[in-house]
């Protein structure tokens, strides 16, 4: 079955969402039987990199609240960060723009690795304050991971997989989906927000129950004569 989760990787509740839904999926007993997709979306498509804003900053003339509001907002997040045993430092947070970012995470899918990339560029934003937007960073992590270094360097030197990050940025809108990040299972069912662990538990046990049931069983058609059992009676 497949999950698909849509996700900006400045998305402070995205990294969470995607703890607790591991923490979920790791103890579903039919874990090997599900599939993860990760799809991009943009909180903020028109978003100027600007490495030398504060992010407390930032945040404050987006919404028009104070500088004091902004860094209340942000301890907070950083505690429910914690909980998830995740690490956020938004003293050190790059002000950037996620596209290109978006871009080497779809070339990370093609080669399997779409989970690692999120991952990466989850802890590099939030974590060690990398400006996600910059060319040779993005080389550097893709690397990281295990991507060919000429191969992210082409995609990243021109416009390639920017019509798949697009793709799912339609696919998004057409699901009804406003906000991240939001995980949807099997066409189904929608789990929005970083819900907790419960909540992702119990939408992939009926998500999966139905599936599995439309799943065709494979039968054989046998022609019956003697045989013997693992009890060891022939007849």
């Known amino acids: 079955m497949k999950v698909e989760i849509w996700s900006d990787i400045m998305c402070p509740f995205c990294y969470i969402g995607k703890r607790r839904f591991e923490e979920a999926l790791e103890q579903f007993p039919d874990k090997d039987n599900i599939t993860?997709?990760?799809?991009?979306f943009q909180l903020n498509p028109s978003l100027k990199s600007q490495p030398g804003k504060d992010?407390?900053?930032y945040v404050a003339e987006m919404k028009g609240q104070s500088r004091e509001w902004a860094v209340t907002v942000h301890e907070q997040?950083?505690?429910?960060?914690?909980?998830?045993g995740l690490t956020y430092n938004f003293d050190k947070a790059v002000i950037a723009n996620s596209f290109d970012a978006h871009r080497l995470?779809?070339?990370?899918?093609?080669?399997?690795l779409g989970d690692a990339a999120e991952e990466r560029l989850f802890y590099a934003y939030f974590t060690e304050g990398k400006d996600v937007s910059d060319h040779a960073t993005l080389l550097e992590l893709g690397v990281e991971i295990g991507l060919d270094k000429a191969t992210v360097a082409a995609v990243l030197d021109t416009t390639e997989l920017a019509a798949a990050v697009n793709r799912d940025v339609n696919e998004a809108q057409q699901l009804g989906i406003r906000g991240?990040?939001?995980f949807v299972m099997d066409r189904k069912y929608g789990v929005s927000g970083a819900q907790p662990v419960e909540a992702f538990t119990q939408t992939l046990q009926q998500s999966f129950a139905e599936w599995k049931s439309t799943q065709p069983v494979n039968t054989l058609d046998t022609l019956s004569g003697p045989v013997c059992t693992p009890d060891g009676d022939c007849q």
Do not use: M, N
């Open 180 to 182: 991240v990040p939001f």
């Open 55 to 57: 992010v407390y900053d």
């Open 77 to 84: 997040l950083t505690g429910t960060a914690r909980e998830a």
């Open 105 to 112: 995470i779809q070339l990370a899918k093609q080669q399997g």
């Open 36 to 40: 993860v997709e990760w799809k991009s």
